[in-house]
Nanobody, 115 residues
Framework: VQLVESGGGLVQPGGSLRLSCAASGFTFSWYDMSWYRQSPGKERELVAHFSSAGVMRNYADSVKGRFTISRDNSKNTVYLQMNSLKPEDTAAYYC?????????WGQGTQVTVSS
C-alpha cells in the first residue's frame, strides 16, 4: 500500500487549496479513505472521511461547510478541497486508508495559512 499526498503550501487566510492523495497497492474502490491533520504539539485528528461506496462523507465540525472530500476511483485518488482557510487550519495533512485491518498513511503534506 502506498499513499502519496500533494498540493500543500502557503496560503493567505480566506484562500483555498486542493490536496490530492494518489493510492496504489490495493483495490482503491473497495476501501474508505480519510484525511487527517496534525499540528505541532497536538494529536492527529480526523478531518474528513469518504466511504468506499461513496454514500457517506463525514467531516470534523471545525471544517464543515469549508472542506469537501471527494474521490475518483478511476484514478485511485482522493481529494480534499479546502476553502475559506483559517490560520488554525495550519497543519500537516495525511491521507489514510485502512486495509486488511491496518492503517496506512502517506508522508503528509504541509498546509500553512498565514498572511
Amino acid at each position: 500500500v502506498q499513499l502519496v499526498e500533494s498540493g500543500g503550501g502557503l496560503v493567505q487566510p480566506g484562500g483555498s487549496l486542493r490536496l490530492s492523495c494518489a493510492a496504489s497497492g490495493f483495490t482503491f474502490s473497495w476501501y474508505d479513505m480519510s484525511w487527517y491533520r496534525q499540528s505541532p504539539g497536538k494529536e492527529r485528528e480526523l478531518v474528513a472521511h469518504f466511504s468506499s461506496a461513496g454514500v457517506m462523507r463525514n467531516y470534523a465540525d471545525s471544517v464543515k461547510g469549508r472542506f469537501t472530500i471527494s474521490r475518483d476511483n478511476s484514478k485511485n485518488t482522493v481529494y480534499l478541497q479546502m476553502n475559506s482557510l483559517k490560520p488554525e487550519d495550519t497543519a500537516a495533512y495525511y491521507c489514510n486508508a485502512r486495509v486488511g485491518g491496518f492503517d496506512y498513511w502517506g508522508q503528509g503534506t504541509q498546509v500553512t495559512v498565514s498572511s
